[in-house]
């Protein structure tokens, strides 16, 4: 990967999955990539965590020792010279500092919102409860997990593995997509046994994602994270954008052919 421009600790990771129509997707897919989807369903991910410690070119972050991230993301993967490279795509981040959103924004090419954020971590013998909220319109809203048990490895090809190794983030530019790397080793997991989602979906991700996310969550989990290095942002270009349905009314994006 070279240098990463920023590396971070990203602790307690809360992760909700929803099975999803693909036709919701395929107009935010980036040029290049397609949808990567796991026993023939696609999904989308509502993931909090917590962001320590953040350096940026190798300089600590200002008054970022300890912020709250919230995203909404999907699965793509892109074919490249070493074989298929599987990332994700963010509909939309939520961060409470406006350095994060600006990071999110310019470097990454991702659509970011800077939001009041709080959260909550309880261990209690064998229990961990994992909350992460923010405020719109005066309003709380928030991302619940509730996990037991001792953490465990991902099994190989569970949807928990699915959802957590992807190893790229993708964003949209026109004429292609953009590519960064994200490294990090292997997590552990606590599987929920209960997972909570309350927000006001058709004005936050738009109304044709309500369907999916107020439905039972296919996957919950609580990972428990690791020191996180994100490499530069690098452009690639489709070679034959003739390949592709254009969507209008999203310049950049694509829907892959049929």
Not at 126 to 132: P, Q
Request: proline residues 6%; aromatic residues 12%.
């Amino acid at each position: 990967m070279g240098t990463p421009f920023l590396k971070a600790d990203w602790r307690y990771i809360a992760i909700a999955s929803f099975a999803i129509d693909p036709a919701v997707l395929r107009p935010l897919v980036p040029f290049g990539t397609e949808l990567d989807s796991h026993a023939g369903r696609d999904f989308v991910s509502v993931a909090g965590f917590l962001c320590r410690d953040a350096t940026l070119f190798g300089v600590g972050v200002p008054f970022h020792r300890n912020t709250e991230e919230l995203g909404l993301r999907f699965y793509v993967r892109r074919k490249s010279a070493d074989g298929w490279r599987r990332g994700v795509v963010f509909v939309r981040k939520i961060v409470s500092r406006r350095t994060v959103a600006w990071t999110s924004r310019c470097l990454q090419g991702e659509s970011c919102t800077v939001l009041p954020m709080r959260h909550s971590i309880e261990r209690e013998e064998a229990n961990l409860r994992v909350e992460y909220a923010w405020r719109r319109r005066a309003a709380w809203e928030s991302l619940k997990i509730h996990a037991a048990g001792a953490p465990r490895s991902f099994i190989k090809g569970s949807i928990e593995e699915f959802i957590a190794e992807h190893g790229w983030g993708y964003s949209a530019r026109r004429g292609g997509c953009s590519e960064y790397r994200v490294e990090h080793p292997r997590w552990s997991f606590w599987p929920a046994i209960a997972a909570d989602f309350k927000s006001d979906v058709a004005s936050l991700y738009g109304p044709e994602f309500v369907e999916s996310l107020a439905s039972p969550s296919a996957a919950a989990f609580i990972a428990d994270g690791s020191e996180v290095a994100i490499g530069h942002r690098s452009p690639h270009a489709v070679e034959d954008p003739a390949d592709l349905i254009a969507n209008s009314n999203l310049p950049g994006y694509a829907n892959p052919a049929a």
